[in-house]
């Protein structure tokens, strides 16, 4: 069975830092895209970044831009995602997702929330 499993979330006050990671189990990430997604409540998921298979490609959302990274450790069948510079409306449930390309994902996770508030 395909599963991605996020952990990683918690509360933290504003300005403070979390990294959430990503971990498939039933398959190998390495030939994967995978991204990172988000939704806060009351509002539609939204795309926060996203990591090609190889790593050497990555892209992020206005919003994060110069805050967030993603990687990933194919040896531990890991993506992660440093969030930085937390704001308070970065809170939201965080969802990871697997698939051939950052345009198609179809493997995904149930999420871990991030709650920043002081």
């Known amino acids: 069975q395909l599963q991605l499993v996020e952990s990683g979330g918690g509360l933290v006050q504003p300005g403070g830092s979390l990294r959430l990671s990503c971990v498939a189990s039933?398959?190998?990430?390495?030939?994967?895209?995978i991204g990172w997604f988000r939704q806060a409540p009351g509002k539609e998921r939204e795309g926060v970044s996203c990591?090609?298979?190889?790593?050497?490609?990555?892209n992020y959302a206005d919003s994060v831009k110069g805050r967030f990274t993603i990687s990933r450790d194919n040896a531990k069948n890991t993506v992660y995602l440093q969030m930085n510079s937390l704001k308070p409306e970065d809170t939201a449930v965080y969802y990871c997702?697997?698939?051939?390309?950052?345009?198609?994902?179809?493997?995904w996770g149930q999420g871990t929330l991030v709650t920043v508030s002081s």
């Open positions: 039933g398959f190998t990430l390495d030939y994967y895209a």
């Open positions: 997702a697997a698939g051939g390309s950052c345009r198609y994902l179809e493997v």
């Open positions: 990591i090609s298979s190889s790593g050497g490609s990555t």
